[in-house]
């Protein structure tokens, strides 16, 4: 199959670019054609905030430049992951002229809300969740503090609803957790069109490096992620273990100040992926500590396919992830349910064990790379065999 992939990739690199990369890889790799078209965020300064926000709304250059992709080249699909905002969801209709059907990957809640978190103020919210357009977001400022660039995505989302964007110019939607499409199908969009695939994460080559007496938490340094409740729930007593933290961001200097004198915490920038699983495959737990409806939970998995035992939030993609059953699961924002589920897993060995076989088991039978691919196969199929009908015309 020959797939064109388009992305927007963000400013400070994150979980959806390695998902997309990896995912293109994964495919190319199966005997697929993957091309992967991507823009960067870099790019902006270059523009006005005018141009900027016109382009999030409808980018009228992604005509011409689809055609240009496309020229010379037949295409069996176009997979839209992160749009926002230079390819804007217009990229659908100049696929849909060219007569090529389109998936849309949902990763984040951006059709929802203007900051696609769904978080405000340090507490979840669902605010905007069914409304015309995330308006709501315009008087929080919830996009970038700003009023104006909330007002553009809010538009975004409102302008694209009312000429029928999500419900006729998609051919469907790819949603990364059971979660991610219950909370579209509140917001509105079509469920036979919502199809769940989680993301993919690839094997990382067993090693004998063994097991270190660390304990690993890695992502963006922003307050949604929860490194703060980590912070808390580990210097609750004294521990013999280290606290990696790997990673960056605008709340850098608050964690920091949280970890103060305690030598058993430290942070460290981000590094490859191949590197932090690396990392993850000499740990001897890692921690996910998100206070936001985390939309799956990369690193998550990332940990469970080298066999590393996770704590995590009970909150959005996450218990999918790990499994409810899993016993490692603690409440969003509770430092102390964190700390009692932490001590037990790190003191007890045969918990230890058991967990991590459970890890590396559940990689394996529910998240690995065949049977991923394959889903993406089918989905593709489905959606061109939807399609058909309708563009032969």
Not at 12 to 37: C, I, M, P, W, Y
Not at 302 to 309: F, R
Not at 323 to 333: A, K, R, T, W
């Amino acid at each position: 199959m020959k797939i064109l992939m388009l992305h927007n990739k963000y400013l400070q690199r994150g979980g959806e670019d390695v998902s997309v990369e990896t995912e293109a890889k994964a495919l190319n790799e199966a005997g697929h054609s993957v091309t992967l078209f991507q823009l960067s965020n870099i790019d902006l300064s270059r523009k006005s905030t005018l141009a900027v926000a016109a382009d999030a709304i409808w980018s009228r250059g992604m005509a011409n430049l689809l055609g240009e992709l496309t020229s010379g080249e037949k295409y069996d699909i176009v997979h839209v992951q992160n749009y926002f905002p230079q390819l804007s969801p217009s990229v659908h209709w100049a696929a849909r002229r060219l007569k090529l059907p389109t998936v849309q990957h949902l990763r984040n809640f951006r059709f929802i809300c203007s900051a696609a978190t769904l978080y405000r103020d340090g507490a979840p919210c669902h605010d905007c969740v069914g409304a015309i357009a995330p308006w709501r977001g315009i008087i929080h400022a919830c996009y970038r503090s700003s009023r104006p660039a909330s007002a553009a995505a809010a538009a975004m989302v409102g302008i694209h609803k009312a000429v029928g964007t999500w419900k006729h110019a998609v051919g469907r939607y790819i949603a990364i957790s059971d979660y991610v499409k219950q909370i579209h199908v509140e917001a509105g969009l079509p469920a036979e069109k919502i199809s769940v695939r989680p993301n993919l994460v690839l094997q990382y080559p067993s090693t004998d490096e063994g097991r270190s007496e660390e304990v690993v938490a890695a992502g963006r340094f922003v307050p949604e992620k929860g490194f703060d409740v980590l912070i808390a729930g580990w210097r609750r007593r004294s521990r013999k273990m280290l606290l990696r933290i790997i990673g960056s961001g605008p709340d850098e200097r608050r964690l920091l100040e949280l970890a103060a004198g305690d030598p058993s915490i430290s942070f460290e920038q981000p590094v490859a992926p191949t590197e932090l699983l690396s990392i993850f495959a000499r740990a001897r737990a890692v921690v996910v500590p998100s206070v936001w409806a985390e939309p799956f939970g990369r690193v998550a998995l990332e940990a469970m396919s080298v066999g590393t035992p996770v704590l995590a939030s009970w909150t959005g993609g996450l218990p999918g992830v790990l499994g409810e059953e899993s016993g490692l699961l603690f409440e969003p924002g509770n430092a102390a349910d964190l700390d009692a589920r932490l001590t037990w897993l790190t003191q007890n060995e045969q918990a230890w064990r058991h967990h991590a076989t459970l890890a590396a088991t559940r990689y394996r039978n529910e998240f690995s790379v065949a049977a991923i691919v394959q889903r993406t196969l089918q989905l593709y199929e489905q959606t061109i065999a939807e399609w058909q009908p309708r563009g032969a015309g």
